[in-house]
């Protein structure tokens, strides 16, 4: 019996020391909590309270490697005590060593279960990219705790990632049943509400969770950004200015600013409230880009300046992850080829149109192509062409650009090609880690990326003159047409010249407002001024902004032309888009950044465009098509002659009249064989690769070309 009261009275003793250690340590006299640790462990060396409050006070103090050491000793001790792996689990979060993280959590699973272990797990899992696991996890947690609001919330969000908005949606209501003031679900049932379309709804959330905390900034920002969205431009910009004068430093309020301000074409505040962004976080890289964006569409700004900008991203952002490149890719020179490609537009977008073909008309026998989809949604009819299309079908979306760049290597892919360059959504980051031996840039965007790991640009000789080759960092490499895998998809019917019918002569641009200059918008005014009983017809998604139809009516009232002679329309149905270009009879293209796609739709509606060849490769879009369709008398040097040659064409409609009947004719016999201009890059392909395959190779591995 005395040995049992002192066995009592020492674990008594120790737990009162316990008691004493931990209340030091709640009280912040850390030196008083780890003396008293050590007292109780060297009466019993495996006493597991102790080894855990001394883990906890080893990672206070930096000593990360013994906390881990610690509280592991103190679950081996008692493996059912919840907060040893809570705390170990937290510390291996932040030390980012999730793979342990996760296991402690599995462990916990058999110990000491619970709906909170399953909620973390799937947390773990989400932070890896493992969408669907961590699903399943959250699914667990809200079956074992249906009354957990944050649990709904983080079912939700994982489903919204993964292109599942409906269910997350009836999430995001269940977590707000529960607990109608739930902040995270207030501004992600906004988000989904919005990306679903339901553009009123979703403010309203947004506004629920500012009434409910104003200063949240991220929900003023997101309110924001569904007003200017929503064609409300000048209340979006008045958000996001009372933002900015709220919290300064938010750096994504101010680039959002800008790509506000873009619809209101006032370019120089646009590259102000960029810079700005950047100012505050240089590492901004997404705001950086839509800078080079901007400079794109300056007429100040010329050729050599937009890529020194693009040089400077390169250095700012891409260069620092620069490693030599070591490549385990077989060098068999002959050998079926994996080609990557990297876009969030493969779904309906106007750029997939130009590089459908590519993915989908593949020499099976030679390549197996991947489709990296850094789209989060569920995509449409297009994603799924594409789906079909491809051999590996990869979302990326929800990951990481180490991690995307990881599942490359690990995808052994030989070829990778960006199909966005400076645009919405690219992925540039994960090339600037060299995932694959040859990286090549086109299509999409169709630009340099100013990038040290990008070694080829795909373009045209009218894009990039060979004179000017020497200002990009890629090896430029020409291409029949950088459109000549334009997608031709079934077109309504194009009618005959509407000003044989009516005798007024429409001009017509389609193009975004952002595109249109000053100086283009002073142009079409002296067309319409040297053609009296003309009339212009402009249309884009922008002028369902009242605040934008009056900035763009004010360019033509201020230059002598009526009002009632110029035409505004807003976003429709792309049927009802491109059947409104039977109403006119010629296209004005804008400078200095030219159509593309809407370009190319407008040609094949039977309207040829008058364009003016810029200096830089935005400016040069339109001259690119029209060369390639043999239609080079439509092309203007200087803005002189881009007038007078909109007159000249204008006031010959037998001509006009012939030529509209046999556009879409040129188009197709000029653009319109995918598969021989897929053998044609296949080709280039296979060259780039063999010249690879001959290159020295680093220690035995392979390196970039």
Not at 493 to 513: W, Y
Not at 665 to 670: E, L, P, W, Y
């Amino acid at each position: 019996m005395r040995h049992a009261n002192a066995g009592q009275s020492t674990q008594a003793a120790l737990a009162q020391m316990m008691q004493t250690g931990k209340a030091h340590h709640n009280a912040g006299q850390v030196a008083q909590a780890e003396a008293i640790c050590r007292q109780v462990l060297q009466i019993e060396p495996a006493q597991p309270d102790a080894l855990n409050l001394l883990g906890l006070i080893a990672y206070q103090t930096g000593h990360n490697e013994d906390a881990v050491n610690l509280i592991r000793q103190a679950i081996s001790a008692n493996k059912r005590v919840p907060d040893y792996y809570k705390n170990l689990v937290t510390i291996l979060i932040a030390l980012e060593r999730l793979a342990e993280a996760e296991a402690c959590l599995r462990d916990m699973l058999v110990f000491a279960p619970s709906a909170e272990v399953h909620n973390n797990l799937g947390s773990i899992l989400q932070k890896q990219g493992r969408i669907a696991e961590a699903i399943e996890c959250y699914r667990r947690a809200v079956k074992l705790k249906p009354d957990n609001p944050t649990m709904w919330n983080n079912l939700g969000f994982a489903l919204q990632s993964t292109g599942e908005p409906e269910e997350a949606l009836q999430c995001y209501r269940s977590a707000l049943e529960i607990a109608p003031d739930h902040r995270d679900a207030l501004l992600n049932l906004g988000n989904v509400l919005i990306e679903q379309g339901l553009r009123a709804e979703g403010i309203e959330s947004y506004r629920r969770l500012i009434r409910i905390d104003p200063d949240s900034a991220i929900a003023h920002n997101n309110l924001a950004n569904a007003l200017v969205n929503g064609g409300q431009s000048a209340e979006g910009i008045k958000e996001y200015e009372q933002l900015i004068e709220k919290t300064p430093g938010f750096a994504i309020a101010h680039m959002n600013l800008g790509n506000a301000q873009g619809h209101t074409g006032h370019l120089d505040d646009v590259l102000a409230s960029y810079r700005r962004a950047l100012e505050i976080k240089p590492d901004f890289a997404e705001a950086h880009s839509n800078l080079i964006f901007c400079l794109d569409i300056m007429p100040s700004v010329g050729l050599a300046e937009v890529q020194a900008e693009r040089r400077k991203w390169d250095e700012a952002h891409a260069a620092p992850l620069w490693r030599e490149p070591v490549h385990a890719n077989d060098r068999s020179p002959a050998r079926r080829l994996r080609v990557g490609y990297v876009s969030m537009d493969l779904r309906e977008h106007s750029a997939s149109k130009t590089f459908i073909g590519i993915l989908t008309q593949y020499d099976r026998s030679q390549f197996e192509v991947f489709a990296y989809s850094n789209y989060r949604g569920k995509g449409d009819a297009f994603t799924e062409r594409f789906r079909q299309g491809v051999t590996v079908w990869r979302d990326i979306g929800h990951l990481s650009d180490e991690a995307v760049a990881k599942l490359i290597r690990e995808d052994r892919i030989d070829i990778l090609v960006d199909l966005s360059g400076h645009s919405a959504g690219n992925r540039l980051l994960v090339f600037a880690r060299k995932p694959a031996p040859i990286q090549i840039t086109g299509w999409g965007y169709g630009s340099s990326t100013g990038m040290r790991a990008m070694d080829v640009f795909f373009t045209d000789a009218v894009l990039v003159p060979p004179e000017d080759k020497q200002y990009f960092t890629e090896e430029v490499r020409y291409q029949s047409s950088a459109w000549a895998c334009y997608a031709i998809e079934p077109f309504p019917e194009a009618n005959a010249l509407p000003a044989l019918a009516d005798g007024i002569l429409t001009f017509g641009s389609f193009n975004r407002l952002a595109k249109v200059s000053e100086q283009a918008y002073g142009a079409w005014a002296e067309v319409l001024l040297a053609l009296p009983g003309s009339r212009l017809m402009l249309k884009t998604g922008e002028l369902d902004d009242g605040v934008n139809r009056e900035r763009v009516a004010g360019h033509f009232t201020r230059a002598g032309v009526a009002p009632e002679r110029v035409m505004m329309l807003g976003k429709t149905p792309w049927n009802e888009h491109v059947q409104a270009y039977n109403r006119i009879d010629l296209a004005l293209d804008p400078f200095p950044h030219g159509g593309g796609i809407t370009t190319l739709e407008g040609l094949m509606m039977g309207v040829p465009v008058i364009t003016l060849r810029w200096p830089t490769i935005a400016g040069r879009a339109s001259a690119s098509i029209v060369t390639a369709l043999g239609l080079t008398d439509w092309i203007a040097e200087t803005q002189e002659q881009y007038v007078e040659l909109a007159v000249r064409k204008a006031s010959d409609l037998r001509s006009l009249a012939a030529l509209r009947g046999q556009l879409r004719g040129i188009v197709t016999s000029a653009l319109g064989d995918q598969q021989a201009y897929v053998r044609s890059v296949e080709a280039e392909y296979r060259q780039l690769w063999q010249r690879w395959c001959a290159s020295p190779s680093p220690a035995g591995s392979a390196a970039g070309i």
